[in-house]
């Protein structure tokens, strides 16, 4: 199992006392903290497929080459759940070009999402309290699952031709259970769209985040999965070793069970990515923290903490 850094940490959406880092000074930070690879998010400033012509996805591959770096996945951020056709047409649009950047960057999965509900940015920092509860314009819920399924379908059939894999992760809305994700990737039957299972996206309390429970999440997607995530927040402490912390007592009350989650993962031979991705605001202390002052540390907590479970488990 290797460690990744997920460009989204470093993007400029959580933070605002410097400029988003370039995807060339992102590479840069993976490589300066041990990470072992890097996924990059398919929209601006990073990977938008506006931005990235054939020329300049070759920049970026050469670039990562030559620090010694894989880019061992691309991130979509997707909504297939709205009843407007012409905004399912762009989304499958982007899609369908996401599927390109992939192959001309040479990252073999491009993460896929059900329905992602975005952000809303207020004063320069990204939030989800805006869009947390998202609306989808009157459509019912057995109506969006079979137009996702169907937009999924089309777009395995373009990863397919072109070599790529898509991984659907289990992140809500929509998709509640990890059981949700599997049923969607039982029905599309493609060998190019398997699963992208993340801890932190079971939920956070006690009985989802109990041993038994991941285990079990685990071993049920088995060889279906090729890419995963991990969203956390640590401190150091005096003897230096690394404790997680919940980054919101109220949104998170029970910390991800990571220690089982790779232990387990480990148990069943995956041997692809676990990418950290540092995505929420940094809100401690009555303010809000910056890069500098905060997420290029976490960045670096982070790879020591996942990589002394991984060689622990």
């Known amino acids: 199992m290797k460690i990744g850094l997920y460009s989204i940490s470093c993007s400029g959406v959580w933070f605002c006392d410097r400029p988003a880092l370039t995807v060339e000074e992102f590479i840069d930070t993976a490589k300066k903290y041990g990470y072992e690879g890097v996924e990059i998010d398919l929209k601006r400033p990073h990977g938008s497929p506006i931005d990235l012509d054939s020329k300049r996805c070759a920049e970026i591959r050469y670039y990562a080459q030559k620090q010694g770096l894989p880019i061992c996945a691309v991130s979509a951020n997707n909504n297939f759940a709205m009843p407007i056709p012409e905004a399912v047409e762009n989304e499958l649009l982007m899609v369908k070009e996401q599927i390109r950047v992939a192959r001309e960057l040479g990252a073999p999965v491009l993460r896929l999402f059900a329905a992602w509900r975005g952000v809303v940015m207020r004063e320069g920092i990204a939030t989800y309290e805006v869009t947390k509860t998202p609306n989808y314009l009157g459509m019912l819920k057995y109506q969006q699952f079979q137009q996702i399924l169907a937009c999924f379908r089309e777009c395995a059939k373009w990863a397919e031709e072109a070599g790529v894999m898509l991984a659907l992760q289990n992140h809500a809305p929509v998709i509640e259970t990890y ?69 919101d007592t109220h949104e998170q009350p029970v910390v991800t069970n990571y220690p089982m989650f790779i232990k387990t993962l480990k148990e069943i031979g995956y041997d692809g990515f676990i990418n950290y991705e540092f995505c929420h605001m ?32």
Do not use: T
């Open 179 to 247: 059981k949700d994700m599997l049923e969607f990737v039982r029905l599309v039957d493609s060998p190019n769209f398997k699963c992208c299972l993340d801890a932190p996206c079971l939920g956070w309390n006690a009985v989802v985040q109990s041993d038994d429970y991941i285990r079990q999440a685990v071993k049920a997607v088995g060889d279906l999965q090729v890419l995963s995530h991990a969203n956390a927040e640590f401190v150091e402490k005096e003897d230096g070793s690394i404790e997680m912390i919940p980054y």
């Open 282 to 313: 940094p809100f401690h202390d009555g303010k809000v923290l910056g890069y500098n002052d905060y997420i290029e540390d976490q960045i670096r907590l982070a790879r020591k903490y996942f990589q002394k479970l991984i060689e622990e488990a």
